[in-house]
């Protein structure tokens, strides 16, 4: 049995838990269309929305590189300035994997909030071949690079699960 956190961290306003419900509609939306349950939008620091995605990482058409995080903080470096990526959030349904937290990492972002623990995913996930979770927080990853990236997170995580709900099975 998986077991959610609900407490909010300090750091938080009630424009990030927007955004982050925003990506959490996202991923039920990526569900309904038959892709996996995950998405991830850049908002700037008045909350607009830079870019958002799901995952298109589903075989056989897919490719598993093209998680939401991933996306998501492409579709933005194409659109900003390092600068202002610097100023920006990724809201996401599920923590960063290591491959995402790279690809945060590099284009500059500078914060990141998201909803469901890696951990938590792999309660609800199980050993399913589409998604070999890693045992790595995206806060490792980030705590190996140059630069600081304030990170939020787990939160929400029971209304994150929904999307999941049904879907692994």
Wanted: with cysteine.
């Amino acid at each position: 049995m998986t077991s959610f956190t609900c407490a909010v961290p300090a750091g938080i306003t009630e424009l990030d838990l927007q955004l982050l419900r925003r990506s959490l509609e996202l991923a039920e939306d990526s569900k309904a269309r038959g892709r996996h349950p995950f998405a991830a939008l850049v908002a700037d620091g008045a909350g607009n929305i830079i870019a958002a995605a799901g995952n298109n990482s589903m075989p056989p058409e897919g490719d598993p590189t093209q998680h939401a995080e991933l996306a998501a903080a492409a579709q933005a470096a194409k659109l900003l300035s390092p600068a202002d990526l610097a100023q920006c959030t990724l809201y996401t349904s599920a923590e960063p994997c290591c491959m995402c937290a790279g690809a945060i990492y590099w284009t500059g972002i500078g914060r990141v909030v998201y909803a469901l623990s890696e951990h938590a995913l792999l309660g609800l996930t199980g050993g399913h071949p589409e998604n070999p979770t890693f045992s790595l927080p995206c806060r490792e990853v980030f705590a190996r690079g140059q630069r600081q990236i304030p990170t939020f997170g787990p939160m929400l995580e029971a209304e994150a699960a929904r999307a999941h709900e049904g879907f692994w099975t």
